[in-house]
């Protein structure tokens, strides 16, 4: 629970929006695919998608989108939530 | 090539296979477009292109045949926009977003309406109009994100963007209504002003009834589902449901398409909680891909360069009207609510993406004009096309100016990443 709220606080300092869904999958005894889904304060909805390299605890980018059927978008990565959360898990 | 072009009467191989090459052919320009970083829809829109007027490969009978994936893609088109009407996110947004939002919408819609009507029939510059409210987000919120927009432009378009598409839909589905009463009666007649607002106004009254029947039922279904596994497919079931629904009836009864699905949208949302909502949008993000894959590129495989270049100067007295209309209603908006010098002058330019939205409109209208004046809806389609495909590719650079002369993003160094790839670890 420490580290989920810890994922909260990230999600809201670096991503400026609320955690509303945290996703881990084992794809593989080295490998955790993480979704983070938040919301901004205008009511958009954005997923963060990375992996976690469970040897050497690297996070790597997977994507980050609008989540909305119409506009699908790529957006830029944040490279200080992604060493925030690599740092969470060293 | 042969065996893909060949539709065997009364054989649904062909029209199934071609739909797989439609669907593939748009996943990868789609890709390509994101890899661009620009929105998945002109990649569709793109391949749609190339598998129809460039190559041939896919005809317009053909593309008839799908028709559809056409009315179910704008069904979950419609029922989304209404999805978006969730009232606490009015009350959120403030009165001052509800006014720039409606005038920018109203004054763009006459504008357009207005210039056109010099080139095409009254009933043909209205539904024009209308389509020229919609605002695309997609390319705003890369733009803010990207550079990570911060300062009062900022805050004032994103709740405009998220809520110009549905008063967009709105006046879309009023003034299609309208239209299509007047280009359905022959020149000998003369209406009075009731005649001509009757049959609009008995659609709108039926689409509001129907949408509005159906939502409830929508509503209190998915307010029942319980929390288990099963959750997730259910709250599908009643979605798709409620969308065919809708659609089917409007179709049937002579409703509008496109307001009683939207209706049905907007009555659901404010009738559940927000953790039913979100569950509500992730399934149907996890259904509808492959359909708006489809419906995009086929939209694109419609677009007939002959009646484009015919219709030219109506498609040039569009763009510029829709631009004038934007950056004059926002200016006008923006000058009724008070905001600063600096949104005055920049939101119109933000607000000029378009796309999505605008080709499933142009799309219903097409479907509902070519019934009473075929060669009016190949005008409406084929602009509004082109016009799209011109606001997506110059829209984020029209974007990116605005926020850098309102001196709101931050100057972030290029990053190259391949979105179907894994890329960028940290090391320490």
Not at chain 1, 34 to 54: H, T
Not at chain 2, 416 to 425: D, G, T, Y
Request: hydrophobic fraction near 50%; proline fraction near 3%.
């Amino acid at each position: 629970m420490e580290k989920f709220a810890r994922i909260s606080r990230i999600t809201t300092d670096y991503l400026h929006g609320t955690l509303h869904k945290l996703i881990f999958q084992y794809e593989g005894p080295n490998k955790v695919h993480i979704v983070v889904s938040y919301e901004d304060r205008n009511e958009y909805w954005f997923d963060y998608e990375l992996d976690l390299n469970m040897n050497n605890h690297h996070v790597d980018f997977n994507s980050h989108r609008l989540a909305s059927t119409l506009e699908k978008v790529q957006i830029s990565r944040d490279e200080h939530f992604e060493q925030a959360l690599q740092e969470l898990f060293d | 090539m042969m065996l893909l072009s060949t539709n065997i009467h009364g054989d649904m191989s062909g029209l199934i296979i071609n739909l797989g090459v439609i669907i593939l052919m748009g996943m990868l320009f789609g890709r390509i477009a994101e890899y661009f970083k620009i929105p998945a829809i002109t990649g569709y829109l793109i391949a749609g292109l190339l598998l129809g007027p460039i190559s041939g490969f896919v005809s317009l009978e053909e593309i008839k045949g799908m028709s559809i994936i056409s009315d179910v893609a704008l069904g979950f088109i419609a029922f989304q926009v209404g999805n978006e009407l969730w009232f606490g996110k009015l009350k959120n947004s403030g009165m001052k977003i509800v006014i720039i939002t409606v005038v920018q919408a109203v004054f763009t819609t006459a504008v357009v309406t207005f210039l056109t009507m010099f080139f095409v029939d009254l009933s043909v510059a209205l539904v024009l109009g209308a389509i020229a409210a919609a605002t695309a987000p997609a390319p705003i919120m890369m733009i803010i994100k990207k550079y990570r927009a911060k300062g009062e432009l900022t805050d004032t378009i994103l709740p405009v963007v998220g809520l110009d598409d549905a008063v967009g839909v709105i006046m879309f589905g009023i003034l299609l209504s309208i239209s299509v009463s007047m280009l359905d009666v022959t020149s000998a007649e003369v209406l009075t002003v009731f005649e001509m607002i009757k049959t609009p106004l008995f659609e709108i009254l039926i689409s509001i009834g129907l949408g509005g029947a159906i939502g409830v039922g929508s509503g209190f279904a998915i307010r029942t589902i319980s929390h288990n596994r099963d959750r997730k497919e259910k709250n599908l079931n009643i979605i798709v449901i409620s969308v065919f629904l809708t659609t089917g009836t409007a179709l049937f009864l002579g409703a509008s398409p496109i307001l009683t699905p939207m209706i049905a949208g907007t009555v659901v949302t404010n009738m559940i909680n927000k953790d039913c909502y979100v569950l509500e949008e992730e399934t149907i993000r996890f259904f509808v891909p492959p359909i708006m894959i489809a419906f995009f590129t086929i939209a694109g495989a419609q677009l007939q360069f002959d009646v484009v270049f015919a219709a030219g100067i109506v498609g040039v007295v569009y763009i510029l009207g829709r631009i004038f209309g934007k950056m004059f209603g926002s200016y006008l908006g923006t000058t009724i609510v008070k905001s600063s010098s600096k949104v005055k002058k920049y939101l119109g330019v933000s607000l000029l993406p378009q796309s999505g939205v605008a080709i499933g409109l142009s799309i219903a209208a097409y479907n509902e004009l070519s019934v009473v004046a075929g060669p009016e809806a190949l005008v409406v389609k084929n602009v509004i096309l082109a016009s799209v495909l011109f606001f997506a590719l110059t829209g984020p650079v029209l974007v990116k100016i605005a926020f850098t002369r309102a001196d709101e993003i931050e100057d972030v160094k290029e990053e190259k990443v391949i979105p179907w790839k894994n890329s960028h670890a940290y090391q320490e």
